[in-house]
T-cell receptor
Framework: GAVVSQHPSRVICKSGTSVKIECRSL??????MFWYRQFPKQSLMLMAT?????????EQGVEKDKFLINHASLTLSTLTVTSAHPEDSSFYIC?????????????FGPGTRLLVL | GQQVMQIPQYQHVQEGEDFTTYCNSS?????IQWYKQRPGGHPVFLIQ?????EVKKQKRLTFQFGEAKKNSSLHITATQTTDVGTYFC??????????FGTGTRLKVLA
C-alpha cells in the first residue's frame, strides 16, 4: 500500500524555538495532505489542509502564523511550529490523500511527537 | 459544526468476547471510514462504507452503515489481544477532508 513518512519521529525543543516537521508520500503523488494534532487519549483534530502549489486551508481556531505549512512539491509538505511553547507539545500526524483510482483514501504518516520544554 | 461521536469511550473485554463501537454523525454522510490506531501508533485505514445499509466484513470485523447514513458500527467477534487499540470512524467534511470521531479505546484482557 501507499507509504507516507514523517521526519523527525520525535523532537524535544526549548520554548521559543521553531520546529519543522516533514511529511512525504514515498510512492505516490499527493496534491492534498492533511495535518492533524492528537493529544493523549484524544481524537485526531484536523489542523489544516495542505494543497500543493497554493496556500494551506486552516481549520477554525488554528493560528496560521504559528503553524506554517508549505506544500512545495507533490510529495512533500512541511509543518513548522513557530515559537513553540509547552502547550504545543503534542503528537502531530500528517496524511496524504491518494491511492488507486476510485479507491483513494488517506494514508497516515507515523507521526511526530513534539515535546516543548 | 459537524460532529462525529462514538460510544463507548472505553471498553474492556475478556479475550474471546465480542465488541461493538457505535458512531453517530450530526449530519448525513456520503460515506464513512473506519481506522484503527494501536497504542503509540498512527491511524491505519480499515474500510470505507458508501451505501445506505451497507454491511462489510473483514474476517472477525463487521462494519455497518446506517440506513439514514448518519450512523455506523464496527463489531468484532471473539476479540483477540491483537485487537487492542483505538477505533475511529471518520466522516467527510469537504473535499477529501475527514472529521474523526471521538474514538473507542478497546482493551482486551487475556
Amino acid at each position: 500500500g501507499a507509504v507516507v513518512s514523517q521526519h523527525p519521529s520525535r523532537v524535544i525543543c526549548k520554548s521559543g524555538t521553531s520546529v519543522k516537521i516533514e511529511c512525504r508520500s514515498l510512492d505516490f503523488q499527493a496534491t492534498t495532505m492533511f495535518w492533524y494534532r492528537q493529544f493523549p487519549k484524544q481524537s485526531l483534530m484536523l489542523m489544516a489542509t495542505s494543497n500543493e502549489g497554493s496556500k494551506a486551508t486552516y481549520e477554525q481556531g488554528v493560528e496560521k502564523d504559528k503553524f506554517l505549512i508549505n506544500h512545495a512539491s507533490l510529495t512533500l509538505s512541511t509543518l513548522t511550529v513557530t515559537s513553540a511553547h509547552p502547550e504545543d507539545s503534542s503528537f502531530y500526524i500528517c496524511s496524504a490523500f491518494g491511492g488507486l483510482w476510485g479507491q483513494e483514501t488517506q494514508y497516515f504518516g507515523p507521526g511526530t511527537r513534539l515535546l516543548v520544554l | 459544526g459537524q460532529q462525529v461521536m462514538q460510544i463507548p469511550q472505553y471498553q474492556h473485554v475478556q479475550e474471546g468476547e465480542d465488541f461493538t463501537t457505535y458512531c453517530n454523525s450530526s449530519t448525513t454522510l456520503s460515506n464513512i471510514q473506519w481506522y484503527k490506531q494501536r497504542p503509540g501508533g498512527h491511524p491505519v485505514f480499515l474500510i470505507q462504507l458508501v451505501k445506505s445499509g451497507e454491511v462489510k466484513k473483514q474476517k472477525r470485523l463487521t462494519f455497518q452503515f446506517g440506513e439514514a447514513k448518519k450512523n455506523s458500527s464496527l463489531h468484532i467477534t471473539a476479540t483477540q489481544t491483537t485487537d487492542v487499540g483505538t477505533y475511529f470512524c471518520a466522516g467527510p467534511s469537504g473535499t477529501y477532508k475527514y472529521i474523526f470521531g471521538t474514538g473507542t479505546r478497546l482493551k482486551v484482557l487475556a
